[in-house]
């Protein structure tokens, strides 16, 4: 049988919780959480004919989660952000996910090579040059989140990197109170990063994060402000 652990600081709950969602979409996995005084550990296992294919899709998302939830904490932290206006989502979004790659493939490789997965550790003393870069991004973005833009600057930046994105997705979102966001090319579920605990700043953070060109949202949206912010990024239609 395929086995590793993965190990995180109870400090980092929002984190422990988007990664045993993600968890449990995979039916080849079976895993397990204990605690001790300032740490959770999770045990993941797979049969032996399975092992490979779980392995990968547990260092995609310990990556994934590195790449973004971290990422965004780091961020923010470093701008020193409050609470979150929708113009600052949007901004965000494009600086957390469209440099992503080369991070996310540098670290994936890392965690393949562990038998036991420290999250934080990773991302403490493994990470140095990836957060260096997040610094320097942060530093010469700071002037944006200081207060002498107006919203309509930081949705402009925003729109600008939207627009170089290639191949484009075209979302369905159902459910203005549990939203369920779909890709209508690849008829799958796109998952929503939580990171604001707040259905309007998440969806804002996915469609312009995931660079979605068209958006249908279904009758259940009544909120005005989403539907604004989304129509600076995307076509947005209504069923």
């Not at 260092?59 to 961020?75: I, M, N, Q």
């Not at 469209?98 to 965690?111: M, N, Q, R, S």
């Not at 997705?169 to 579920?189: H, M, R, S, W, Y």
Request: proline residues 1%; negative net charge; charged residues 30%.
């Amino acid at each position: 049988m395929w086995k590793k652990t993965v190990t995180i600081d109870k400090k980092y709950g929002r984190e422990y919780n988007a990664l045993l969602q993600e968890l449990k979409k995979n039916k080849a996995i079976v895993f397990a959480s204990e605690e001790s005084k300032s740490r959770i550990i999770i045990s993941v296992a797979a049969r032996d004919g399975e092992g490979a294919q779980a392995d990968d899709y547990l260092c995609d998302r310990v990556a994934k989660l590195l790449t973004t939830y971290f990422k965004h904490t780091y961020l923010t932290g470093k701008l020193e952000l409050g609470k979150v206006m929708s113009s600052e989502a949007a901004l965000l979004a494009v600086m957390i996910y469209y440099d992503c790659e080369g991070e996310y493939a540098e670290i994936f490789d890392k965690l393949k090579s562990y038998n036991v997965i420290s999250i934080d550790g990773v991302y403490n003393f493994a990470m140095k040059d990836i957060k260096e870069d997040w610094e320097e991004l942060a530093a010469i973005s700071s002037n944006l989140f200081d207060g002498a833009y107006e919203d309509d600057d930081l949705y402009d930046v925003a729109g600008y990197v939207v627009e170089e994105k290639a191949d484009r997705p075209k979302f369905l979102i159902a459910d203005e109170k549990n939203p369920v966001v779909t890709d209508l090319a690849k008829g799958a579920f796109v998952t929503v990063d939580d990171f604001y605990g707040d259905n309007r700043l998440n969806l804002i953070n996915c469609v312009v994060g995931k660079g979605a060109k068209e958006v249908t949202l279904d009758a259940s949206f009544k909120d005005k402000n989403l539907i604004t912010a989304i129509a600076r990024f995307a076509k947005v239609r209504h069923i």
